[in-house]
């Protein structure tokens, strides 16, 4: 059975910093692009960060230069490094892992950032 466990989510003020977790069960883990998704209310699902099998790592725009993605095969886990965090940060952020046709998802874990 795959299971993808997110943590560390909460509320934040904005500047602040999170380090989500995610930590896989169930699968190669080294096999899988790993990614880090967002979705606020009312919005669609979007990328935040990937980091593939092969070691290279991309973001989109909204984040780069604050959010920073990394995996540790040993652990089977993947990390995201929030910093500066902002109000339109706040979303559920969930984790991916995907491999050829193989597509599983975490439960979300809430980020609100607030003053």
């Known amino acids: 059975q795959v299971q993808l466990v997110e943590s560390g989510g909460g509320l934040v003020q904005p500047g602040e910093s999170l380090r989500l977790s995610c930590t896989a069960s169930g699968i190669r883990f080294s096999r899988y692009n790993m990614g880090w998704y967002r979705q606020a209310p009312g919005k669609q699902r979007e990328l935040v960060a990937v980091?593939?099998?092969?070691?290279?790592?991309d973001y989109a725009d909204f984040v780069k230069g604050r959010f920073t993605i990394s995996r540790d095969n040993a652990k089977n886990t993947v990390y995201l490094q929030m910093n500066s965090l902002k109000p339109e940060d706040t979303a559920v952020y969930y984790c991916?892992?995907?491999?050829?046709?193989?597509?599983?998802w975490g439960q979300g874990t809430q980020v609100t950032v607030s003053s």
């Open positions: 980091f593939s099998s092969s070691g290279s790592t």
């Open positions: 991916n892992a995907r491999f050829v046709y193989y597509d599983y």
